[in-house]
C-alpha cells in the first residue's frame, strides 16, 4: 500500500490516525480460558449441582475427571448419604488452577413403620428374585450412559401438579423390617393421569412389567443425568424419541409392587441416586 505525503501536515494527519488505530485495537475484548468456579446447586446430601466454566478448562472432582460440554456445562450429585470430602479442581489451558473443597451438608430423615403387609410382597419366591435381578441389570446398564446432552442444565420441572405423598430419602419399616431408603419423589394420581417430562432429554428404557416398579421409563438429559418415572400404567413415548420439557410422556399407573396407584420419580448421575425436589430447586448458570 502506498501513502502519499504532500508536507508536514499530511504526517501529522497520518499519525493521528495510526494511534486512533491503536487505541481502538487495545480495547476490543481478550478472550481466554480462565479458570473460575461457577456452580448453581446445594452443597448437601442428595444435592445436585451443575457448574459452568470455558470449555477449554478441565474439571475434577477429586480424581474424576468430568465432561464439560461445548458451551461449558458440568454436572454431579451427591448419594443420600454422602459424607466425603470433596475438592473441585478447575484448570485452564494456560495453567491457571482454582480449586473449592467441600463435604455435603448432613440431613436428617423421614421414618415411616407399615404394619400388616403379607408374607408374600416380604419375601419374594426364586423366580421373582431372577426377575427382579434382571431387571437391575438393565437399569445399570441404562445408568452407564453419558451422552453429550446438556438439557440437565435448563432445570427441571415437577413431573406432575399433585400432592406429594412421599419424599427422598425416607424409610419405611414393614413388618418392624427395615427396607432399602426411598430415593424417589411420589406425587398422587389416579391410574391414567398424565406425567410430564421435567427436563427435555432422549428416552433410554421402556419397560411395561419390571418386577418391582411395573412400567418403568427413563429419560437421559446428558452427563449420566436421567429421570426413571416408576409404576407407570402405559408410556406415550419410546426408546429413542426426543421429548421437550413439559411434553405428556406416560400415565400413571399401580404396576409392580405398589399398595396403590401413584407415581415415583427418581433421578440419577450415573450410580447416585439425588433428590428431585432438590434438583428443581437449581437456577440455570447463563
Known sequence: MKVLLKGPSSVLKLKKRYALLMVSLSTLPVISAQAEIQLSGEIKQGGLVIGKTHTNNVVRLNKKVLPVSAQGDYVFAFSRDDKMKYTLTITSPAGKIETQTFTPTKRDYKISRVEGISKKIMNPNKKANIRAG???????????????????????????????????????????????????????????????????GTVLLWVPDMFYSGGTLVIDHGHGITSNFLHLSASLVKVGDKVKQGDIIAKVGNSGRVTGPHLDWRMNWHQVRFDPQLAMKISPIQ
Do not use: C, W
Request: charge should be positive; charged fraction near 20%; proline fraction near 6%.
Open 134 to 200: 434382571e431387571d437391575r441389570a438393565a437399569m445399570v446398564k441404562v445408568r452407564k450412559v453419558s451422552s453429550n446432552l446438556t438439557d440437565f442444565s435448563q432445570g427441571f420441572i415437577a413431573p406432575r401438579s399433585a400432592r406429594i405423598t412421599g419424599v427422598y430419602g425416607s424409610q419405611r419399616f414393614y413388618n418392624g423390617i427395615a427396607k432399602n431408603p426411598h430415593f424417589g419423589v411420589d406425587y398422587a394420581g389416579q391410574i391414567g393421569a398424565p406425567v410430564k417430562a421435567p427436563a427435555s
